[in-house]
């Protein structure tokens, strides 16, 4: 049973995507509250989310790193603007993947110089 702001109490399986979505995420941000891990690992949780609830997660991920380190695997632009290390996977001839790694304080450094 889950009661999202504004919704009445119904099954999981009756609500949206992002409902779901920001239900499960709920669950796990409350218990690393009660019980902090040293980092929790994230895989698309943010896919389902419209923009206003993918903010809402990127606030909640930034109040939580004090104590947990993110990991989390994302293709939406706004969650990996507030990352500070950002590792792709690209592929610039066909059948050859590469690993690209940024320091996104490092790029805004030489960016501005």
Do not use: W
Request: with cysteine.
């Amino acid at each position: 049973m889950a009661r999202p702001p504004g919704k009445r109490n119904s099954t999981i399986h009756l609500l949206s995507g992002g409902e779901k979505a920001l239900t499960a995420v709920s669950l796990v941000f409350s218990i690393f509250q009660l019980n902090p891990a040293p980092f929790c690992m994230l895989d698309e949780v943010d896919a389902p989310l419209d923009d206003a609830n993918v903010g809402r997660f990127c606030e909640m991920v930034r109040y939580m790193s004090d104590k947990t380190q993110f990991i989390f695997i994302t293709h939406n632009k706004i969650t990996m603007e507030m990352s500070q290390h950002l590792t792709g996977v690209t592929m610039h001839e066909p059948g050859v993947s590469r690993l690209v790694a940024v320091d996104v304080e490092k790029a805004v450094e030489l960016a501005t110089a």
